[in-house]
């Protein structure tokens, strides 16, 4: 060995400086949980309805808590049901029907229990609502331009929603729906549009009216939740009135019905219903409360992104896409 190769090989290694590892990418839930304060918002009192079904085995009380929508949704729906909780109509209805994989329908058996003064019929233009009415209420919102929540997740995410575009969905997963031209989510609820007007669609969990045959379009006093895969197909021919945010299990779990439709054809297997009333009736003690995660923050549009690309552990192949009632808006329960 000559002197100079002796001499380099006498010389300490040079010191490699370890790289940090990244952080592991969050999960949705990991991203809402972590969502600061500031982007939640309280959801009124009179904004909830509350549903006391008959107790279960051994006393255990059913609770569902419904959030009825906000204007300019379905107004004149929400009105009656507002005037029927008003004057306690649903006291001593029941469930009549569960069809599997469908709906939870509610209200009186016999059809014949008289509606309280004051409940309206409402058009069947109301199913859908014009996007310049949606545009009126929320004022970030210019026109027709509500795909803005597009580039806005592609420039809070580290995985963009950009990255979903196809040339037949230029604005993302947006323009990649079966039952509309595209989605979105706005103030806090999901909404499929075509043309001009905007609709909430079904998703699991939603409430609609129940109704006869067209020019029919229920008053609100019969009312159904969506548990089970969502049945797009009723979108823009029924009204939807709201979301279970609580006690979705008290109606999910029910014995399906064994008539058609799922109707119970004896009254033993119906459920009671105890008391619905709006949260603004019940004694301060006994009102429940809500918030929900603000659609126009950046804890949201990290969610929609990685809910469109999961990349925590569990997943080897990012979707590329989400459909609008796999996006639900987070709600959690609050301390009074």
């Known amino acids: 060995m000559s002197m100079l190769a002796a001499l380099l090989a006498a010389l300490p290694l040079p010191m490699v400086q370890a790289q940090p590892e990244a952080p592991p990418p969050q999960s949705p839930g990991e991203i809402v949980a972590a969502a600061p304060l500031s982007e939640w918002r309280s959801i009124e009192a009179r904004d909830l309805l509350v549903i006391d079904l008959a107790p279960a085995g051994r006393g255990k009380q059913r609770r569902v808590v419904i959030q009825l929508v906000p204007a300019p949704y379905s107004t004149g729906w929400v009105d009656n049901i507002r005037r029927l909780a008003s004057a306690h109509w649903w006291d001593g209805t029941a469930v009549v029907r569960v069809q599997d994989n469908y709906v939870v329908q509610w209200g009186d058996p016999t059809e014949k229990k008289p509606l309280p003064a004051g409940i309206r019929s409402v058009p069947e233009s109301a199913y859908v609502t014009p996007l310049d009415a949606i545009g009126a209420t929320q004022p970030t919102i210019e026109g027709r331009d ?191």
């Open 146 to 336: 509500l795909s803005e929540r597009a580039g806005q997740a592609a420039r809070l995410s580290e995985i963009a929603i950009r990255d979903t575009v196809t040339p037949r969905a230029p604005q993302g997963w947006h323009e990649r729906d079966s039952y509309a031209e595209w989605v979105e989510l706005i103030g806090g609820w999901p909404i499929a549009v075509s043309g001009d007007a905007a609709t909430i669609p079904h998703c699991y969990g939603m409430v609609g009216v129940g109704r006869n045959l067209s020019p029919d379009t229920g008053s609100g006093a019969e009312l159904y939740a969506v548990i089970g895969q969502a049945p797009r197909h009723l979108d823009r021919n029924i009204a939807i009135v709201g979301r279970v945010v609580a006690g979705m299990e008290h109606l999910s779990g029910l014995t399906r019905g064994t008539g058609d439709l799922g109707f119970y054809k004896r009254a033993s297997e119906r459920t009671p219903i105890v008391r619905v009333r709006l949260a603004s009736e019940l004694p301060a003690r006994e009102r429940p409360r809500f918030e929900y995660l603000s659609t126009e923050g950046e804890a949201f549009a990290r969610y929609v992104a990685e809910r469109a690309n999961r990349r925590d552990a569990f997943f080897n192949v990012p979707a590329g896409g989400v459909d609008i009632c796999n996006l639900p808006v987070p709600v959690r329960a609050v301390a009074p």
